[in-house]
Nanobody, 126 residues
């Protein structure tokens, strides 16, 4: 069974930085995708970005491109979301999710990710 756990959330001031971690267990192979998503109060969940653990290909939503960076750790079971120049609209619960394979654009679709973490709160204050 694949399990994911997010950590690193918290409060940060406008313009600040924060790094989230997603620890993954239960994968029996090394070609899978880890996506980051977020949900703000009163809004639908939206995609943030995704990485192929096999070859480190990444893809980002337009809202975070250039400010957020996804990377995988040395042991490939931890994926990071580095968030810079944070804005008030980045306030949300952030989730990581996994899929057996990375496919450009497809990772954003409902139902593509097959396992989810419980989320971690990020609050950006002015």
């Amino acid at each position: 069974e694949v399990r994911l756990a997010e950590s690193g959330g918290g409060s940060v001031q406008f313009g600040g930085s924060l790094t989230l971690s997603c620890t993954v267990s239960g994968f029996g192979w090394h070609d899978y995708a880890i996506g980051w998503f977020r949900q703000a109060p009163g809004k639908e969940r939206e995609p943030v970005g995704c990485i192929s653990v096999k070859d480190d290909r990444t893809e980002y939503s337009e809202a975070v491109k250039g400010r957020f960076t996804i990377s995988s750790g040395d042991h490939a079971n931890v994926v990071y979301l580095q968030m810079n120049n944070l804005k008030a609209e980045d306030t949300a619960v952030y989730y990581c999710a996994s899929a057996p394979i990375f496919m450009a654009n497809m990772w954003k679709q409902d139902g593509y990710m097959t396992a989810w973490g419980e989320g971690t709160q990020v609050t950006v204050s002015s």
